[in-house]
């Protein structure tokens, strides 16, 4: 099993940029898709999850409103579209998958055991 995370790149504030995160050897139709972000010197933090079963989706307060994740089970892809970006918002983003995760946990690192190799975005002002 291996995710492929994509779209990465530069973009001044306030532009918008969308990642994704193709899965090989492993569908997503059981499992927890997430996505989180390392910036430099900072831990890893949540960013978004989807719950594909359900549809559910759950999002950080630091980027509701913004931030918008959705999936394609044909194409085994789950993509992470970024408006409004700010420099804030510059770090590495990994996306992950997991199974039998509890909403309660969904914001854990420790609860996905499947990762991609991250993507790096950058926002300058």
């Known amino acids: 099993v291996q995710l492929q995370a994509s779209g990465g790149g530069q973009v001044q504030a306030g532009g918008s940029l969308r990642l994704s995160c193709a899965a090989s050897g492993r569908t997503f139709s059981s499992v927890t898709t997430g996505w989180f972000r390392q910036a430099p010197g900072k831990e890893r933090e949540f960013v978004t999850a989807?719950?594909?079963?359900?549809?559910?989706?759950y999002y950080a307060d630091s980027v509701k409103g913004r931030f918008t994740i959705s999936g394609d089970n044909a194409k085994n892809t789950v993509y992470l579209q970024m408006n409004s970006l700010t420099p804030e918002d510059t770090a590495v983003y990994y996306c992950?998958?997991?199974?039998?995760?509890?909403?309660?946990?969904?914001?854990?690192?420790?609860?996905?055991?499947?990762w991609g190799q991250g993507t790096q975005v950058t926002v300058s002002s």
């Open positions: 989807i719950r594909w079963r359900s549809g559910s989706t």
């Open positions: 992950a998958a997991g199974s039998r995760i509890i909403l309660t946990s969904m914001n854990q690192p420790n609860q996905y055991d499947t």
